[in-house]
């Protein structure tokens, strides 16, 4: 047994726990973070809000861009990971999950009440009407007036977005709302230049003030979004546990710091706290239960 997966169970045994994850917990179901070992080097701007609402030819090209790579997301399934987590959950040891990432993969594991702070890519809004509709459904009407479309995506990005030359994204039509006819339509996700919703935030507050651990799987903390609820947690010395692959912005404010593969390590620590019960579909490549993944 090593030193951190006990001290990591120790903490973890005592309940009151909130997640905190992000992008890394999601690589092993094919989804790359930007930091990690799988990281993918972004080669293009980030889409503000800004240019998102007031350039037609960005909002093209995103639209492109997004078509292709939403595709890829939606077929993402669970993987260890998560269902940990969810395991975790339903054994009563984490009173809150909160993401960054904009996947779904925690609801799909079998998780409950999950706060997703920067939204779903498999929601779509109208920026007029406010009417909310599935990407599935705006999917369908992209793929009926783009007949021809037949760009090939590359590697997605945890956004949902791939990389697409101009030539490839020439000729590609958007549609706007099927309700109000004239509407902007948007995913539901938080754009850079885009505040997450206040009353989003503030339930999130209120969850890291209420928990006795924070725990955070697979994000670097690199961006305020997150990383504001380790500084309150910190702050009010509610003890910060970070499981990670390579260093984060967070680290000198964490009890414990674990870098190890989250798919390995997590099914093992819920092995030894709450059972083997599996939750939400089959469990693959689970460590078996009382034997930790190495860590460091």
């Given at each position: 047994?090593?030193?951190?997966?006990?001290?990591?169970?120790?903490?973890?045994?005592?309940?009151?726990?909130?997640?905190?994850?992000?992008?890394?917990?999601?690589?092993?179901?094919?989804?790359?973070?930007?930091?990690?070992?799988?990281?993918?080097?972004?080669?293009?701007?980030?889409?503000?809000?800004?240019?998102?609402?007031?350039?037609?030819?960005?909002?093209?090209?995103?639209?492109?861009?997004?078509?292709?790579?939403?595709?890829?997301?939606?077929?993402?399934?669970?993987?260890?990971?998560?269902?940990?987590?969810?395991?975790?959950?339903?054994?009563?040891?984490?009173?809150?999950?909160?993401?960054?990432?904009?996947?779904?993969?925690?609801?799909?594991?079998?998780?409950?009440?999950?706060?997703?702070?920067?939204?779903?890519?498999?929601?779509?809004?109208?920026l007029r009407c406010g009417d909310r509709t599935s990407r599935?459904?705006?999917?369908?009407?992209?793929?009926?007036?783009?007949?021809?479309?037949?760009?090939?995506?590359?590697?997605?990005?945890?956004?949902?977005?791939?990389?697409?030359?101009?030539?490839?994204?020439?000729?590609?039509?958007?549609?706007?709302?099927?309700?109000?006819?004239?509407?902007?339509?948007?995913?539901?996700?938080?754009?850079?230049?885009?505040?997450?919703?206040?009353?989003?935030?503030?339930?999130?507050?209120?969850?890291?003030?209420?928990?006795?651990?924070?725990?955070?799987l697979g994000s670097s903390l690199a961006v305020m979004s997150?990383?504001?609820?380790?500084?309150?947690?910190?702050?009010?010395?509610?003890?910060?546990?970070?499981?990670?692959?390579?260093?984060?912005?967070?680290?000198?404010?964490?009890?414990?710091?674990?870098?190890?593969?989250?798919?390995?390590?997590?099914?093992?620590?819920?092995?030894?706290?709450?059972?083997?019960?599996?939750?939400?579909?089959?469990?693959?490549?689970?460590?078996?239960?009382?034997?930790?993944?190495?860590?460091?």
């Amino acid at each position: 047994m090593t030193v951190r997966f006990e001290a990591l169970a120790s903490l973890v045994a005592g309940g009151g726990v909130v997640v905190l994850s992000g992008a890394g917990l999601s690589t092993e179901s094919g989804i790359p973070d930007y930091r990690g070992p799988s990281g993918v080097a972004r080669r293009h701007t980030p889409m503000t809000y800004q240019t998102f609402t007031r350039d037609a030819a960005a909002r093209r090209r995103y639209w492109a861009r997004s078509h292709l790579g939403w595709r890829l997301i939606a077929r993402a399934r669970p993987n260890d990971g998560h269902r940990a987590v969810a395991r975790l959950q339903q054994g009563g040891l984490v009173d809150g999950i909160v993401t960054q990432n904009v996947d779904g993969l925690h609801t799909a594991a079998g998780a409950t009440g999950v706060v997703e702070l920067h939204g779903r890519l498999d929601e779509v809004v109208c920026l007029r009407c406010g009417d909310r509709t599935s990407r599935e459904e705006l999917d369908l009407r992209l793929r009926q007036v783009n007949p021809g479309f037949d760009a090939v995506a590359g590697a997605v990005n945890p956004d949902g977005d791939v990389e697409l030359g101009d030539e490839q994204v020439a000729g590609f039509r958007t549609v706007g709302c099927a309700v109000c006819g004239t509407g902007m339509l948007k995913p539901d996700v938080v754009f850079f230049g885009e505040t997450v919703p206040a009353e989003r935030v503030a339930h999130c507050f209120a969850l890291v003030e209420a928990a006795r651990l924070l725990l955070v799987l697979g994000s670097s903390l690199a961006v305020m979004s997150g990383r504001r609820f380790v500084l309150r947690a910190a702050k009010l010395g509610v003890p910060v546990v970070i499981v990670n692959q390579g260093p984060t912005r967070g680290d000198a404010y964490a009890a414990v710091t674990v870098d190890a593969p989250l798919g390995r390590l997590l099914p093992a620590l819920a092995d030894r706290l709450v059972g083997g019960v599996p939750v939400g579909p089959g469990r693959v490549g689970a460590a078996p239960a009382g034997v930790p993944p190495v860590v460091r």
